[in-house]
């Protein structure tokens, strides 16, 4: 099955700085890529996700970017806040129908933001 | 707009005990999952249910079952709580499996088995 691996495990910046974390995966017929944030004691949540026909995705201070040849993506989030402390997932998975559709998860990188 | 709704949010079990997690969603999603979280595991898949009628074992099936009631509800049952069990469990809903559309994930419940 899918193997997805995530690095680092642990990301301290300064406030304004910027942060990567990058995730590797093993299957070549993956084609969706979503991040996930989860905030200390909370639930995850969807921030931003790609697909295989796209290589770069844009969300304000968010950006996903996809190397299919590779099999990486990788989060980049700039000028980092305070806020954005918390663990990010990254995910892949197949989407399509029968098993295929599930979602494998990286196991996570703690991000510090410090002011 | 609850969203997807998990209880109960804590539970001590004592090992042998058993005891059924409750997830219900009100976004009328076909997908409901359910995932346990360890730290430096990321979140593992337990079972899912593509739609209402149908589930299927997920990467740690083991010791765990689970019923979709109806199209809103899917619950997971622990017969016979383990210390391994010790763990947070979160429910997660999809309109479409998650490898189309977005999961939505209820707020966890922290189970610990001694």
């Known amino acids: 099955g899918e193997n997805v691996e995530q690095h680092p495990s642990t990301l301290s910046v300064q406030e304004g700085d910027s942060a990567v974390i990058k995730c590797t995966y093993s299957d070549s017929a993956s084609n969706y890529f979503p991040w996930y944030k989860q905030e200390l004691g909370k639930r995850p949540q969807l921030i931003i996700d790609?697909?295989?026909?796209?290589g770069e995705k844009k969300d304000q201070r968010i950006a996903v970017t996809l190397n299919k040849t590779a099999k990486h993506f990788s989060l980049h989030i700039t000028e980092t806040q305070p806020e954005d402390s918390a663990v990010y997932f990254c995910?892949?998975?197949?989407?399509?129908?029968?098993?295929?559709?599930?979602?494998?998860f990286g196991k996570g990188t703690l991000l510090t933001v410090n002011p | 707009n609850a969203g997807v709704t998990q209880t109960p949010k804590f539970q001590v079990l004592k090992t042998g005990q058993s005891m059924t997690l409750q997830c219900a969603q009100d976004?009328?999603?076909?997908?409901m999952y359910w995932y346990r979280q360890d730290p430096g595991m990321g979140l593992r898949l337990i079972y899912y249910s593509a739609s209402e009628g149908t589930t299927d074992k997920g990467e740690v099936p083991n010791g765990y079952n689970v019923s979709r009631l109806n199209k809103r509800e899917f619950s997971l049952r622990l017969e016979s709580a383990a210390p391994s069990q010790t763990s947070v469990y979160f429910c997660a809903s999809s309109e479409l499996p998650t490898g189309v559309t977005e999961a939505f994930f209820g707020q966890g419940t922290r189970l610990t088995v001694v």
């Open positions: 976004m009328n999603h076909n997908s």
């Open positions: 790609i697909r295989s026909n796209v």
């Open positions: 995910a892949a998975s197949k989407g399509s129908g029968g098993s295929n559709y599930k979602l494998t």
